[in-house]
């Protein structure tokens, strides 16, 4: 049995749901901000008082509230109130960024990985948290790996790094002494999609991530979904061209053979029998390389049936993609393109594609962006 539920908060009260509304949807007025809430001006007030009183709220210039007629102080976050660091583990580097309230990017900084042993990466991560701070405390860090995560604590299995029920939060918290949340990669993209990127303002829409893996996350009715195989690359193997190449497990044209950094540079270099790196597989492709535009080609291909599969079956008309895998689309955007449409319904709504161009650190910000998420619900109950 799949359980399904919505990655969203441990703290559910009237002040942390009214302070996700207005960092998600801020700035917004309290007349729109007590519609979507379904709370009277009077309660609205006495829950927004002590928010504003600590700083995590603050009142914007006066406009016209349409729904009072009067002029009204749209409320907002204060994006610089606190400070977060998100992290990316792979299987060779860990990458963190340093955001505000609002995701928004600040310094970057990048570290190898030695090797996999947990006191090992508990090491690097930590050299990253002090190479990365300043003056401004951390309020929580949040790790993203691509695994089976549980409780946003746990990395109950992560195949790139050998672990299995790796307690990561709690040895990286006993380090640094500052809360650790701990989420997959792809869900914790997808929060900060919807909290702050191309997806914001939309309740329902897919992610897709192409890059060293396949990735799938979604939105429905306003949050993130996460299910009990959430983690385990259950689209990895998605079927996408039945003449195309084998992935490690013996599937033909799957989404990994078909769509991965790793196999689409396989391929090119046994048709040119020579190293290349991807960089240089999209530049040989744009060239008009026969090898290489012949698989860049077939990944656009590729890229196009599966945004279109995503879409039917999920029903929703908004994708968003996102990874360091992204430079097909330099070459093969209009395959890409022409593949959507052949798999998509004609009387179906065309889909809206928004394309995440942010390359790698997307997947560090959106490490912080779940830490974001557990510290305003935090910040909110103890207000």
């Not at 996350?217 to 689209?235: A, E, K, N, P």
């Not at 009387?347 to 490490?367: C, P």
Request: glycine content about 10%; charged content about 20%.
């Amino acid at each position: 049995m799949v359980i399904f539920e919505a990655v969203e908060p441990r703290f559910r009260t009237p002040a942390s749901d009214l302070a996700r509304e207005v960092l998600i949807h801020g700035p917004i007025l309290r007349s729109d901000l007590s519609r979507r809430l379904g709370l009277s001006p009077a309660t609205l007030t006495r829950l927004t008082r002590p928010l504003v009183d600590r700083g995590l709220l603050i009142e914007m210039t006066e406009q016209l509230d349409g729904a009072m007629g009067r002029p009204a102080k749209p409320l907002d976050v204060r994006a610089d109130a606190r400070q977060f660091i998100g992290i990316k583990l792979t299987s060779d580097t860990a990458v963190g960024v340093t955001t505000n309230l609002k995701a928004a990017e600040g310094r970057r900084a990048e570290r190898a990985l030695p090797n996999h042993e947990v006191a090992t990466v508990v090491d690097v991560i930590a050299e990253l948290v002090h190479e990365l701070a300043d003056d401004q405390d951390f309020t929580a860090i949040g790790i993203s790996v691509g695994g089976a995560v549980s409780n946003r604590r746990v990395v109950e299995r992560a195949s790139f790094l050998g672990w299995n029920s790796v307690r990561l939060a709690d040895e990286v918290e006993e380090r640094l002494g500052i809360p650790v949340t701990v989420e997959n990669d792809v869900v914790a993209l997808t929060a900060a999609e919807h909290w702050f990127g191309l997806g914001r303002g939309l309740s329902n829409f897919a992610v897709i991530t192409i890059g060293a893996g396949v990735g799938y996350g979604l939105v429905m009715c306003d949050q993130v979904v996460s299910t009990s195989d959430t983690g385990l690359g259950r689209g990895f193997h998605f079927p996408l061209d039945p003449t195309g190449p084998l992935c490690s497990l013996g599937h033909r044209g799957c989404a990994t053979a078909m769509l991965t950094i790793p196999s689409i540079r396989a391929q090119v270099e046994v048709g040119l029998a020579v190293p290349v790196s991807y960089a240089e597989v999209i530049e040989l492709a744009r060239e008009g390389n026969p090898v290489a535009s012949q698989v860049v080609h077939a990944a656009g291909a590729a890229l196009g049936r599966l945004i279109a599969a995503v879409a039917n079956l999920a029903m929703v008309e908004h994708v968003v993609l996102a990874g360091e895998g992204l430079s097909i689309l330099t070459v093969a955007g209009d395959v890409m393109r022409a593949a959507i449409r052949d798999d998509r319904d004609a009387e179906a709504a065309a889909i809206d594609l928004r394309i995440d161009e942010n390359g790698f650190t997307s997947w560090a910000r959106g490490a912080a962006a779940i830490a974001i998420q557990q510290a305003v619900d935090a910040l909110a109950v103890t207000s």
